[in-house]
């Protein structure tokens, strides 16, 4: 072999290494394969809460069920599960490159989130009117209050988060400087606080209804 | 397919997705209502709420699309949940420790 066949070989081989160190792992790109490992870590975080308040409602003697009635938490879950539907839409809007439709969904999917809030700021100071507070309940163990506001705070920020990420990436999308993707990847994120709310409502809920 | 009639599809697809979604939901808080223990009510939640998860993952997360990250999320979430439920024999431990237990 010629000394430039060697240097050909040689350049064709750094080429493959350099695409195989390149190419994305599971075919995704870097930044939705960030969002995922931040989901999973997160969905580990919530397992942890829930774990422990399962943990805690099984081990406590006077568990209390201090709610009557479920219309606030359905309204609650339906926008959530509808925010959800209108991400989707602004996603696959921004995939076919309709710019001024995508944007408005995701402002609409935000506005479901601001909505989602205020309910679930209504509930909490409905509750707190009662007596309830992060270490005193009228109902029972001061556990009970203690993990409601901390669970449903924490699903509470990541609400909010959402929401804040929503419109900063929905008007970044719009001027340009983001672009479909970042708006997929934003909806991975609010997906993700939909899918915890699906645990949060039976086990925090439900399972505490007044009967 | 035309991208209008490929839109139309997916739109149609993501409504089938959400119903389901509702529907589920909705399990859920007929079983809160249901003659039931807490144990049976809890379980059958819980089935109601990783069915829920699973279909919001596959297909609102696009998570079908990719089965070599679909398969990636599974075994790292569910070996992390699974890991988290050493604690229960030690929670039914206290709850027939502590003095007020039968």
């Known amino acids: 072999m010629s000394q430039a066949d060697l240097s050909i070989h040689a350049q064709v081989s750094r080429s493959e290494a350099t695409e195989v160190m390149t190419a994305p792992t599971f075919s995704v790109p870097a930044k939705k394969m960030a969002m995922w490992l931040f989901i999973i870590a997160d969905s580990a975080t919530f397992a942890g809460c829930l774990v422990a308040y399962g943990f805690i409602r099984n081990a406590s003697a006077n568990w209390p069920r201090p709610f009557h009635g479920i219309t606030n938490v359905a309204l609650m879950t339906l926008i959530l599960l509808t925010s959800s539907l209108t991400m989707m839409f602004a996603v696959r809007h921004a995939e076919s490159g309709d ?113 | 397919m035309t991208t209008a009639g490929a839109s139309n599809s997916s739109a149609g697809k993501d409504i089938a997705v959400y119903g389901c979604l509702l529907a589920l939901a909705g399990i859920q808080f007929l079983i809160a209502y249901s003659d039931i223990t807490a144990s049976q009510m809890f379980v059958r939640m819980l089935i109601v709420a990783m069915v829920e998860a699973g279909v919001a993952l596959l297909f609102f997360m696009h998570l079908w699309e990719n089965r070599g990250l679909k398969w990636f999320v599974i075994i790292f979430t569910v070996a992390v949940i699974l890991g988290m439920q050493y604690g229960w024999t030690d929670s039914f431990r206290l709850s027939n420790g502590v003095p007020w237990a039968k």
């Open chain 1, 99 to 211: 710019t001024a439709k995508a944007f408005r969904w995701t402002l609409i999917t935000a506005v479901c989130g601001i909505m989602f809030a205020a309910l679930h700021l209504r509930e909490w100071f409905g509750m707190i009117g009662e007596g309830a507070t992060l270490f005193h309940n009228p109902w029972g163990t001061p556990l009970f209050s203690s993990l409601f506001f901390s669970i449903t705070g924490l699903h509470l920020l990541h609400v909010s988060g959402g929401v804040v990420a929503l419109i900063v990436v929905g008007l970044r999308y719009r001027g340009g400087r983001y672009n479909a993707d970042d708006l997929e990847i934003t909806g991975l994120y609010w997906h993700f606080v939909d899918l915890v709310w699906m645990f949060v409502v039976p086990l925090v809920y439900l399972l505490n209804l007044a009967h």
